[in-house]
């Protein structure tokens, strides 16, 4: 099995929100326990999703692309006035791409300020949010300099692995 059938899958898992997930392919074997997991609940869950998930890693590209969709469509009704031009030249941007598939936050805590909001200049390497991901917070980084025109997705909500997070304009 691939490292990318392996990513589509726990993708596919966390998308579903199951508790445990156990597969057996050859001599390869996976066993992935999510938070929702409870000790009492495991051999139900696992005997109840491993055989009919087995076979869904081609079915996951259906899962993946409404995600940025739906993660969009919550933040533009606030800014819609101040992003309605940019949104017809999002080609002129580049992107700030999560890493990973987890848990977006735009602050380290709540009672902590936003690493970046719209209009904020950044430059390579800077912190730009955090993703949790199996109760572990990851800093990520931004690979490009500009200034931030967009915000793709809200606090607090999962993400895929190379979903869009932020649009920055590099002339910014």
Known sequence: MSTKEIQDLLKLVSKLELSEFKMKEGEFSLSVRTKHFVAGESSQASAGTSAPLMPMPAATPTYAP???????????????????????????????????????????????????????????????????????????????????????VEDAQPVEYDQVLFLVDPKG
């Open 66 to 152: 409404p995600a940025p969709v739906a993660a969009a469509a919550p933040s533009a009704p606030a800014p819609s006035k101040k992003e309605e031009a940019p949104v017809d030249d999002e080609s002129n941007y580049l992107a700030v791409k999560s890493p990973m598939v987890g848990t977006f936050y735009r602050s380290p805590s709540p009672d902590k300020p936003i690493y970046v909001k719209i209009g904020d200049t950044i430059a390579s390497g800077d912190t730009v949010c955090i993703i949790e991901a199996m109760k572990l917070f990851n800093e990520v980084e931004s690979e490009v300099s500009g200034k931030i025109v967009k915000v793709l």
